[in-house]
Nanobody, 119 residues
Framework: QVQVVESGGGLVQTGGSLRLSCLAS????????MGWYRQAPGKQRVLVAT???????NYADSVKGRFTISRDNAKNTVNLEMNSLKPEDTAVYYC?????????????WGQGTQVTVSS
């Protein structure tokens, strides 16, 4: 089992910055990838950024050049640095961890943290 807990988030003005952190615990050595997703009111949850155990990253087009995902293996954390924030970045941000066991993907989610960007 894997547990993930988010921290960070909050209220920021347009153009501001925020940093989200996700702490993983449990069977962390079996985690293949971690990432951040977000869900705005009335919309589906969508991918923001992911990072694999080897450090490969992937970003949604809407955040490329503004957001940076990184991992600190010593602290079992994954961070999301968000710069040049826009009102459309407002959403609940969820941390995700993925395990691949015998060809099956297991997803683990945090409780979510609110990010609000005021115009």
């Amino acid at each position: 089992q894997v547990q993930v807990v988010e921290s960070g988030g909050g209220l920021v003005q347009t153009g501001g910055s925020l940093r989200l952190s996700c702490l993983a615990s449990g069977s962390i050595f079996t985690i293949a990838a971690m990432g951040w997703y977000r869900q705005a009111p009335g919309k589906q949850r969508v991918l923001v950024a992911t990072i694999t155990s080897r450090g490969s990253t992937n970003y949604a087009d809407s955040v490329k050049g503004r957001f940076t995902i990184s991992r600190d293996n010593a602290k079992n954390t994954v961070n999301l640095e968000m710069n040049s924030l826009k009102p459309e970045d407002t959403a609940v941000y969820y941390c995700n961890a993925k395990r691949y066991i015998s060809g099956i993907v297991y997803d683990y989610w945090g409780q979510g943290t609110q990010v609000t960007v005021s115009s």
